[in-house]
């Protein structure tokens, strides 16, 4: 058994979570409702025998999946022996035993991938650097393949992906994207959008869509303004004139959220991890950003 800090105190654990979205309330705990923290929560806490909360690199909506989400746990040090068996094998690392217990904890639509001691610093939320995701369509005539009915959009519609592109483009870079977000009190609308190009491939058409951070909804709404652009129902330079709202537009509708998946997030080398976290808890405002 690895050794254990002394002293009290907490240990920090990081965790490399995917999820299949759709029969979740979303990530974020709510009463009454099936949730992945709710879950994941709850079997850490069973593991650990004291209650355990996972902090979350980006709370993820109803039926959006994901298979690079990140969290982090604090563990009471006295806790932490809980984490290993009596017996390991030579070819584990630290916490494998404890990715495999909580495989036989967590539902079969939720997976704990990877857990290791987080880095001094680190937070999964406030460190990241990025997030990545990915959004599926098809539009094939007879919808998605039946193994991928729960994660990709059908859409029955042409769609001009070099349309869609070109008004991508308008949106990148350091914006105000309230346009593009539901509201919540006291929550910044400000992000940088560092990619949002789609590639199509046969029937299947993906988009990327990179930025530091995003607000509530914002992904399903440029995917969905974007479609508008694909079926010709709007010009590529709308976009961009969208970018002037102080509230999210009724133009148009988010896209659904089967097609899309949380697939990676992006964190600075470990001595930059403190450095980053109070970057990222600065409320940010246009003029600040271009000083």
């Known amino acids: 058994m690895p050794a254990i800090e002394s002293g ?27 949730t992945v923290a709710g879950v994941i929560d ?9 209650p355990v909360v996972t902090r979350v690199a980006g709370r993820t909506d109803t039926g959006v999946h994901a298979t690079g989400q990140v969290a982090h746990v604090d563990v009471p040090a006295e806790a932490l022996p809980h984490a290993y068996p009596r017996h390991t094998r030579p070819t584990d690392a630290e916490f494998t035993p404890l990715v495999r217990r909580l495989a036989g904890f967590l539902p079969a639509d939720v997976r704990v991938r990877d ?40 859409w029955t519609r042409p769609l001009d992906v070099d349309a869609m592109n070109a ?20 929550a910044t609308t ?35 303004a974007l479609l508008k652009v694909g079926e010709g129902r709007r010009s590529p330079e709308w976009t961009a004139e969208l ?19 949380l697939a990676a997030v992006d964190y600075p080398p470990d001595d930059e991890l403190e450095a ?16």
Not at 8 to 13: D, I
Not at 191 to 218: H, K, P, S
Not at 276 to 291: A, L
């Open 8 to 34: 009290g105190g907490h240990v920090r654990l990081r965790l490399d979570i995917a999820y299949d979205g759709t029969d979740f309330a979303g990530w974020a705990v709510q009463a009454g409702q099936r």
């Open 42 to 50: 709850e079997a850490l806490t069973t593991v650990f025998r004291t």
């Open 115 to 154: 857990i290791v001691r987080a880095p001094a610093g680190f937070d999964a939320r406030f460190s990241a650097l990025r997030r990545h995701y990915v959004y599926r369509l098809t539009t094939a005539p007879y919808g998605p393949e039946p193994h991928e009915t729960r994660f990709v959009t059908p």
């Open 167 to 186: 008004a991508a483009q308008e949106l990148l870079g350091l914006n105000d994207f309230a346009a593009f977000c539901r509201y919540r009190a006291g």
């Open 190 to 224: 400000i992000r940088d959008l560092q990619r949002l190009e789609w590639v199509r491939n046969g029937f299947y058409i993906n988009a990327y869509v990179t930025a530091d951070a995003f607000c509530w909804n914002m992904v399903r709404s440029l995917v969905g």
């Open 243 to 261: 970018l002037g709202a102080t509230s999210r537009s009724s133009e148009f509708p988010a896209a659904p959220a089967r097609g899309l998946t």
């Open 276 to 291: 980053r976290n109070v970057v990222t808890r600065d409320v940010r405002t246009i003029d600040q950003s271009r000083d």
